[in-house]
């Protein structure tokens, strides 16, 4: 018989040749299971590889009547130039895997104490297959889903209704705000979702306000917790609240002095904060279903982001009165970690409807920007159609065309080297005024790249913006380079995600940073782990809006990370104008390749448990 360790180190990725399928951990995981239950069958072996596999590339389980054309995909997105071995059939790998004692085999999935109950490590259900782990989390958030969807607790009143029909008003074209905020105050599960500018925002905050006006009319006191994936995103929500507090304050329909103290009290947080820390267990955390949460309303912003594993943690965590709004756009890019959860709920018909809002009338970007025509032409995978509309743009959206394979030159990103000059100007002086303006205008114009490294990535353009602004490359902390904090660092008050530049001061260099609209200094000593910044991933600025200038460098036809999401992702960053640099192939490639995220959620949320 066949040692696990032999078999699926034949299928282990060579870098010399760029050939296999497996990394290290699939390979260890795999044969350390399969060992443990003396699992000889080569087709199980290799299913347990592909579990393992799977969560690595995103994927929450696997389709076996798919199955090849998905490790085909995933295959060509790498790059690899080689061909797998002949897989077994679907009935042969079915087979297979009723045979084994390693595989929980279902016709229905049954409830989340169940899934967790049962360790086997592998789990087969219908046509798909996951790990153990997958599978109970993807059973919890549908368990969960369903059970608010089917708990109604009805806070309406007069002056919420009002209030909602005053802000929020409907027009032929467009009710769904006014729709979602009713939502909001009669049930205790609800989605919205839309492309940039739609007023996602700008909803979420009233269907906020509606509920604390219902509560204060019914003299209820109510908890409300507003979080999001990242630290970067959280503030920005806190931002965004105080905004909108400062609005109310001098508005003609002003809130009672409580409600308003209410919205400035909140303290929007990361999700991770918000379930707070469990000592020594990294998965794990303080709320969960024996330590709900206590709030009566949970708004979770920038959902797209959030994995699998943290959205189940999230819903194990809720309280028996809790309501949960969920707010994001499903054409964003998906979590770095695995899982599609915000598209597979938009996308799931029957339990679902009239619980998901998807606004689609633009209103933030207004007049003649073309960014609001094209984007929802990239959204809905209109190849030919958005790039006619780029090349036939305006000077606010200009499409800069190179020969697939080259390097551009660094002209391109002239535009944003005025911007960067300045920022690195004033961050040589020591007046804390021009430190101020030097964080305004960073904060306005970003070079995003679709890849870290390469000639098309990050790391080398940084280096070419550090020649051009003459700055050391290799020194992180001279005068005039912008940094990105990578980690958050509660003991400086810092998040992943916060953008400072480094500034001259009377008592040497430091960190400057926008705090409550003020610089403030962080020491180089205190600072946290940070990256260059002048050129970011387009990862790395989910969440954010630039409102000068967007440089979008896509990647070279054929590359794994072009896809759909990463295009309309790093396009909507841009409040102002944008220039796309690229292949007209990449770019129209990109739009014809969506990200393929293979899951069992949307079905099991029409599934009956039982």
């Not at 032999?6 to 040749?17: K, Q």
């Not at 000592?279 to 797209?304: C, K, M, Q, W, Y």
């Not at 890849?451 to 020649?467: K, S, T």
Request: aromatic share 4%; hydrophobic share 40%.
């Amino acid at each position: 018989m066949t040692e696990p360790i032999e078999f699926l180190n034949a299928l282990r990725f060579d870098p010399e040749t760029g050939t296999g399928l497996f990394g290290n951990a699939d390979i260890v995981t795999a044969s350390m299971l399969a060992r443990r239950a003396n699992c000889t069958d080569e087709t199980v072996l290799f299913a347990l590889g592909l579990a393992v596999w799977a969560h690595r590339n995103g994927h929450a389980c696997l389709n076996l009547d798919s199955l090849a054309d998905d490790l085909g995909r995933a295959i060509a997105r790498s790059g690899q130039e080689w061909e797998l071995p002949a897989l077994p059939t679907a009935k042969q790998f079915d087979n297979a895997l009723r045979a084994s004692p390693l595989v929980r085999v279902l016709d229905v999935p049954g409830t989340s104490a169940e899934a967790l109950a049962d360790t086997r490590p592998l789990v087969l259900i219908e046509n798909r297959f996951s790990s153990q782990r997958q599978f109970a989390d993807e059973v919890l958030v549908a368990e969960s889903v369903r059970e608010l969807i089917a708990h109604s607790d009805d806070v309406t009143s007069p002056a919420a209704l009002a209030l909602i029909d005053r802000e929020l008003e409907v027009s032929d074209d467009d009710a769904r705000q006014n729709e979602l905020a009713k939502s909001v105050l009669a049930r205790s599960f609800n989605v919205l979702t839309g492309g940039p500018g739609t007023g996602k925002t700008y909803t979420l905050t009233r269907c906020l306000l509606a509920f604390l006006v219902a509560a204060e009319e019914q003299g209820q006191e109510v908890s409300v917790a507003v979080a999001a994936p990242t630290g970067k995103a959280a503030t920005r929500a806190k931002e965004l609240l105080n905004e909108f507090a400062d609005t109310l304050e001098k508005s003609d329909n002003r809130p009672s002095d409580a409600v308003l103290a209410q919205l400035r009290a909140m303290k929007p947080t990361t999700i991770h904060g918000l379930l707070g820390s469990s000592r020594g267990r990294s998965t794990r955390f303080a709320h969960d279903r024996e330590r709900p949460l206590n709030h009566d309303l949970v708004i979770i912003d920038e959902t797209s982001m959030v994995p699998l594993q943290l959205m189940a943690r999230l819903f194990e965590a809720l309280g028996s009165r809790s309501r949960l709004l969920l707010v994001g756009d499903d054409a964003q890019l998906e979590s770095v970690e695995s899982g599609s959860v915000l598209r597979d709920l938009v996308s799931s018909a029957g339990l679902l409807d009239g619980s998901v809002f998807e606004l689609q009338k633009v209103r933030r970007i207004t007049g003649d920007n073309p960014i609001a025509t094209v984007a929802p032409m990239i959204r809905k995978g209109e190849a030919d159609e958005a790039l006619a509309a780029i090349r036939n743009s305006g000077p606010q959206l200009t499409f800069v065309e190179t020969d697939g394979g080259a390097k551009p030159a660094s002209s391109v990103i002239d535009a944003l080297m005025s911007t960067y000059r300045e920022v690195r100007n004033l961050a040589r002086s020591t007046n804390p005024a021009d430190h101020a303006t030097a964080l305004e205008k960073i904060a306005g114009s970003r070079l995003l790249c679709g890849m870290r490294r390469g000639p098309l990535g990050i790391d080398q353009w940084n280096d070419i913006i550090d020649r051009r602004l003459q700055l050391r490359s290799g020194d992180l902390l001279v005068p005039g380079r912008a940094l990105l904090v990578t980690v958050n660092s509660p003991r400086v008050g810092l998040v992943n995600g916060d953008i400072g530049v480094v500034v001259e001061t009377e008592d040497g260099p430091k960190v400057c940073f926008r705090t409550n609209e003020e610089p403030r200094y962080i020491s180089t000593v205190d600072l946290p782990p940070v990256e260059r910044a002048y050129a970011m991933t387009v990862h790395k600025s989910q969440g954010s809006e630039y409102k000068e200038l967007v440089v979008l460098m896509l990647p070279n036809e054929g590359s794994p990370l072009l896809t759909r999401e990463l295009l309309y992702t790093g396009l909507t960053r841009a409040g102002g104008t944008a220039v796309i640099i690229g292949s007209a192939d990449a770019l129209t490639n990109a739009i014809n390749n969506p990200s393929v995220r293979v899951s069992g959620l949307a079905a099991l949320l029409q599934a009956s448990p039982a």
